[in-house]
């Protein structure tokens, strides 16, 4: 249970809950392992359990979220001159394909029971696609 805990999904948010599941009034960036130890996690396995489920949970969101940024970030478009009156955009499928995956990833991801903390990060972007 120690290693997990360790796990890069643990954030301060979820180290501030179990803290307090755990009744324990110590800042995260204060916690020592003695005093992680003395909270007997052994008999609280189910609170640990909760909220290392709701951290992994919330990372794979996250992960999402930041890919789709990514892509959108670095996405460029390759325009082409039409009868040299203008320019149009080439290869429109590979364009509404990536909107269609990102879409339906978006949402996967309002089905989630972790959706409402990143709620405010993903309405903007199923806006926008």
């Not at 951290?55 to 992960?63: H, K, N, P, V, W």
């Not at 996405?75 to 990536?98: C, M, P, S």
Request: with cysteine; glycine share 4%; proline share 4%.
């Amino acid at each position: 249970m120690m290693a997990d805990l360790k796990s890069e999904a643990m954030k301060p948010r979820h180290w501030k809950e179990l803290l307090a599941k755990l009744r324990l009034k110590i800042p995260f960036p204060d916690l020592t392992l003695n005093q992680l130890w003395q909270a007997d996690l052994v008999k609280n396995t189910k609170v640990v359990t909760d909220i290392m489920g709701q951290a992994r949970g919330e990372m794979i969101l996250e992960d999402f979220l930041r890919a789709i940024k990514d892509c959108w970030s670095k996405y460029e478009l390759e325009l082409i001159k039409y009868q040299n009156k203008g320019r149009l955009i080439k290869g429109w499928d590979d364009v509404f394909a990536q909107v269609d995956e990102h879409i339906n990833t978006l949402s996967s991801m309002k089905m989630s029971p972790y959706y409402k903390i990143f709620e405010e990060e993903i309405v903007p972007w199923d806006d926008k696609l």
